[in-house]
């Protein structure tokens, strides 16, 4: 008898995951970590940052003090591999996000392991947390994109638009 040993591609086994999702909770805090450090761009060419880099209070404030009653988010994972998030908050004019538009609008951040972008999961994501907002009362949200990041060409599709530019970055924001 003779084995053969095939050689599966990553994106066929990816293509087979029992994805599934989940919202949010205070729990998860360390995951939200990990995602806001992948969600930071790092542009062509350079070192990525430090790890300490979501500690600037400019940044930390996406998952500082996570409110189950008012944050709200989605997880996604396969069995027990957790493998993005999509998350909103509220901010207010004098604690702006980078994406503040108003203080009715959640901000959202995003971001998917990097060996799982690219099939499909960041759509899902996005599909369930416009839903969750929309189920929250919510009349749009908003974003912010370095234009040069891959990431605004997804939500330009995803109906997002850009409702400010400063130096190379986007605020989009998207009618619920």
């Known amino acids: 008898m003779h084995r053969v040993n095939l050689f599966i591609p990553d994106s066929i086994i990816k293509s087979v995951l029992e994805i599934q999702f989940r919202e949010i909770n205070a729990a998860d805090y360390p995951f939200l970590r990990e995602m806001l450090y992948q969600a930071v761009f790092v542009p062509p060419g350079h070192e990525p940052y430090d790890k300490s880099i979501i ?5 930390s404030k996406y998952i500082e003090g996570w409110n189950d009653s008012r944050d709200f988010g989605i997880l996604c994972y396969n069995q027990e591999e957790q493998l993005g ?6 901010f207010t004019i004098h604690n702006k996000g980078y994406g503040f538009v108003d203080a009715e609008t959640p901000e959202l951040t995003m971001a998917v392991i990097s060996d799982f972008r690219n099939h499909g999961i960041g759509t899902r994501l996005m599909q369930r947390f416009l839903q969750q907002a929309r189920k929250k009362g919510y009349h749009s949200v908003s974003l912010s994109v370095d234009m040069r990041n891959r990431a605004f060409d997804f939500y330009k599709r995803m109906g997002f638009i850009i409702v400010e530019e400063t130096n190379g970055s986007a605020t989009m924001k998207k009618q619920l």
């Open 55 to 59: 500690d600037l209070p400019e940044i």
């Open 85 to 90: 998030a999509i998350w909103g908050r509220l």
